[in-house]
C-alpha cells in the first residue's frame, strides 16, 4: 500500500533540508547528491526517469539543481510537494546567505575582510574558468556551435543586450543545425520572434538609477524568467543590470555575491538574496530571493507533463544547443571583465593559478579551495 500525500509530503520537505543544508560543491555535486538520495537510497525514480528530468531543466530558464528539486517533489508529492521540494532546498542557503550579508555589510570594509576578500576573489575566478572549461568541452558539438559562441563573445564587448544575444545564438544554431529539414519542406519562409520594443545596444556606462524595491523584484524576476545555462552565467545578467545599467553595485562587490554564493550550500542564485540584503536590507534580499527563483516553480509546473514529448525533439535540441553556447560566451566575456578587477598583482594571479592547477588535478570540493584562497589573502598582508 503506497503512503498517503501527508507522509510523502514530509518525507520530501526531509530530504530537501538537508541537501539544502549540506550540498555544497554547486549545480553538478547537487544532481548527483540528489541521484543518490532518490535513486539509489530511495527507490523513488529509475534512472532513466531522472535523465529525463535533468534534460528537462536545461529546456527551461533558471537553476538547474533547484528545479531539479521541484520536479522530483511534484513527482513524489503533487503540486504540495512542488512547492515544498523548491522552498526547503532554498531555505536554508537564503538563511545562511542572509547571515553573511548581515556580516558583511557591517564588517566588509574592515581590513581584516579586505585581506580575506583579496585571496577569495583569484579563487572564484579560477573556479569559473574551470566551470567555463568543463562546459565548454560539452558544448561545442560542431564548427556552428563554436561560431555562435565565438560571435556572443565578440559582440558582448559591443555593447548587445545580453537577451538578445542568448535569443540570437539559441534561433542561428537552432536554424542551421536543421537548415536540411527546411530545405526538404520546402517551405517559403519562416517566422522569426520580433525583438521590437527591446534595447539591442547597451551603453558601456549609464546614469545611476535610484534603488528601488519594486524594481529590484522585477529585475531579478526577469533574471531568473531568461538566464539559461550554470550559475556561473548569472555573472553576466547582474553585471549588465546592477553594474552598468542602475550603477548600484561595483565589480568588486558583484564577486563578493558571487563568492558567497558559491561558499554556501544550495544553489548559487542564492547570490541574488546577498545582493537583495545590501542593497535593501531583510525586504531586498526576500524580494530577490522570491523574484530570480518564481520562474523556476511555473517553468517546472508547465513542463513536468510534457517532459516525455520534448526529448526527443530536434528543434528544441537545436535550441539549447545554441542557448548553451550562447550562456558560455557570455560567462567568458564577464569572467574576462571581472578576472581584471580581481588580478590586481602578481600575489592574485598566484592563487589563481595554484587554485585552477588544483581543480584541474585533484577532487576537491570549492569551498575548501575558497578557504584556502582567504587564508592566503591574510598570509599575504604579511607581505606587502
Same mark, same amino acid.
Given at each position: 500500500?503506497?503512503?498517503?500525500?501527508?507522509?510523502?509530503?514530509?518525507?520530501? @520537505?526531509?530530504?530537501?533540508?538537508?541537501?539544502?543544508?549540506?550540498?555544497?560543491?554547486?549545480?553538478?555535486?547537487?544532481?548527483?547528491?540528489?541521484?543518490?538520495?532518490?535513486?539509489?537510497?530511495?527507490?523513488?525514480?529509475?534512472?532513466?526517469?531522472?535523465?529525463?528530468?535533468?534534460?528537462?531543466?536545461?529546456?527551461?530558464?533558471?537553476?538547474?539543481?533547484?528545479?531539479?528539486?521541484?520536479?522530483?517533489?511534484?513527482?513524489?508529492?503533487?503540486?504540495?510537494? %512542488?512547492?515544498?521540494?523548491?522552498?526547503?532546498?532554498?531555505?536554508?542557503?537564503?538563511?545562511?546567505?542572509?547571515?553573511?550579508?548581515?556580516?558583511?555589510?557591517?564588517?566588509?570594509? *574592515?581590513?581584516?575582510?579586505? #585581506?580575506?576578500?583579496?585571496?577569495?576573489?583569484?579563487?572564484?575566478?579560477?573556479?569559473?574558468?574551470?566551470?567555463?572549461?568543463?562546459?565548454? #568541452?560539452?558544448?561545442?558539438?560542431?564548427?556552428?556551435?563554436?561560431?555562435?559562441?565565438?560571435?556572443?563573445?565578440?559582440?558582448?564587448? /559591443?555593447?548587445?543586450?545580453?537577451?538578445?544575444?542568448?535569443?540570437?545564438?539559441?534561433?542561428?544554431?537552432?536554424?542551421?543545425?536543421?537548415?536540411?529539414?527546411?530545405?526538404?519542406?520546402? #517551405?517559403?519562409?519562416?517566422?522569426?520572434?520580433?525583438?521590437?520594443?527591446?534595447?539591442?545596444?547597451?551603453?558601456?556606462?549609464?546614469?545611476?538609477?535610484?534603488? =528601488?524595491?519594486?524594481?529590484?523584484?522585477?529585475?531579478?524576476?526577469?533574471?531568473?524568467?531568461? %538566464?539559461?545555462?550554470?550559475?556561473?552565467?548569472?555573472?553576466?545578467?547582474?553585471?549588465?543590470? /546592477?553594474?552598468?545599467?542602475?550603477?548600484?553595485?561595483?565589480?568588486?562587490?558583484?564577486?563578493?555575491?558571487?563568492?558567497?554564493?558559491?561558499?554556501?550550500?544550495?544553489?548559487?542564485? *542564492?547570490?541574488?538574496?546577498?545582493?537583495?540584503?545590501?542593497?535593501?536590507?531583510?525586504?531586498?534580499?526576500?524580494?530577490?530571493?522570491? =523574484?530570480?527563483?518564481?520562474?523556476?516553480?511555473?517553468?517546472?509546473?508547465?513542463?513536468?507533463?510534457?517532459?516525455? &514529448?520534448? #526529448?526527443?525533439?530536434?528543434?528544441?535540441?537545436?535550441?539549447?544547443?545554441?542557448?548553451?553556447?550562447?550562456?558560455?560566451?557570455?560567462?567568458? @566575456?564577464?569572467?574576462?571583465?571581472?578576472? &581584471?578587477?580581481?588580478? *590586481?598583482?602578481?600575489? *592574485?594571479?598566484?592563487?589563481?593559478?595554484?587554485?585552477?592547477?588544483?581543480?584541474? &588535478?585533484?577532487?576537491?570540493?570549492?569551498?575548501?579551495?575558497?578557504?584556502?584562497?582567504?587564508?592566503?589573502?591574510?598570509?599575504?598582508? @604579511? /607581505?606587502?
Amino acid at each position: 500500500m503506497k503512503p498517503s500525500l501527508s507522509p510523502r509530503l514530509v518525507e520530501v @520537505a526531509k530530504l530537501y533540508l538537508k541537501l539544502g543544508t549540506l550540498a555544497f560543491g554547486g549545480p553538478a555535486a547537487h544532481i548527483a547528491m540528489m541521484h543518490d538520495e532518490t535513486v539509489k537510497r530511495r527507490k523513488w525514480l529509475s534512472d532513466q526517469e531522472f535523465l529525463d528530468l535533468v534534460g528537462a531543466t536545461n529546456l527551461i530558464p533558471g537553476p538547474n539543481s533547484t528545479e531539479m528539486a521541484i520536479h522530483v517533489g511534484f513527482l513524489r508529492a503533487g503540486w504540495p510537494g %512542488l512547492i515544498m521540494g523548491g522552498l526547503c532546498f532554498i531555505l536554508p542557503a537564503m538563511l545562511i546567505v542572509i547571515a553573511l550579508a548581515w556580516v558583511y555589510v557591517r564588517f566588509g570594509a *574592515t581590513p581584516q575582510a579586505g #585581506r580575506l576578500m583579496y585571496g577569495v576573489k583569484p579563487v572564484v575566478i579560477a573556479i569559473i574558468v574551470q566551470a567555463l572549461w568543463i562546459l565548454g #568541452r560539452k558544448a561545442v558539438k560542431g564548427p556552428l556551435v563554436a561560431v555562435a559562441g565565438l560571435a556572443v563573445l565578440i559582440l558582448y564587448f /559591443f555593447g548587445i543586450n545580453v537577451i538578445v544575444l542568448l535569443i540570437a545564438g539559441g534561433l542561428l544554431v537552432m536554424t542551421g543545425s536543421n537548415l536540411g529539414r527546411l530545405r526538404r519542406q520546402a #517551405r517559403a519562409g519562416f517566422l522569426v520572434p520580433s525583438m521590437a520594443g527591446v534595447n539591442l545596444l547597451v551603453p558601456s556606462v549609464l546614469a545611476a538609477v535610484p534603488f =528601488g524595491l519594486p524594481l529590484l523584484f522585477l529585475t531579478f524576476l526577469k533574471i531568473g524568467a531568461v %538566464l539559461f545555462g550554470s550559475g556561473y552565467v548569472l555573472l553576466a545578467f547582474l553585471r549588465a543590470d /546592477f553594474v552598468v545599467r542602475f550603477g548600484w553595485l561595483t565589480d568588486h562587490q558583484l564577486i563578493d555575491a558571487i563568492a558567497i554564493g558559491q561558499v554556501t550550500p544550495g544553489p548559487v542564485f *542564492t547570490a541574488a538574496t546577498f545582493i537583495g540584503y545590501i542593497l535593501g536590507g531583510m525586504p531586498g534580499a526576500l524580494l530577490a530571493t522570491l =523574484g530570480i527563483f518564481l520562474p523556476s516553480f511555473v517553468f517546472v509546473a508547465i513542463s513536468n507533463p510534457l517532459i516525455p &514529448r520534448i #526529448r526527443n525533439s530536434a528543434w528544441v535540441s537545436g535550441l539549447l544547443d545554441g542557448v548553451n553556447i550562447a550562456s558560455l560566451g557570455l560567462m567568458a @566575456a564577464v569572467t574576462w571583465q571581472l578576472g &581584471r578587477a580581481s588580478l *590586481t598583482d602578481p600575489i *592574485t594571479v598566484l592563487i589563481a593559478l595554484i587554485a585552477f592547477v588544483v581543480l584541474v &588535478r585533484f577532487t576537491i570540493n570549492s569551498t575548501w579551495l575558497i578557504a584556502g584562497g582567504a587564508i592566503a589573502g591574510l598570509l599575504s598582508a @604579511a /607581505f606587502r
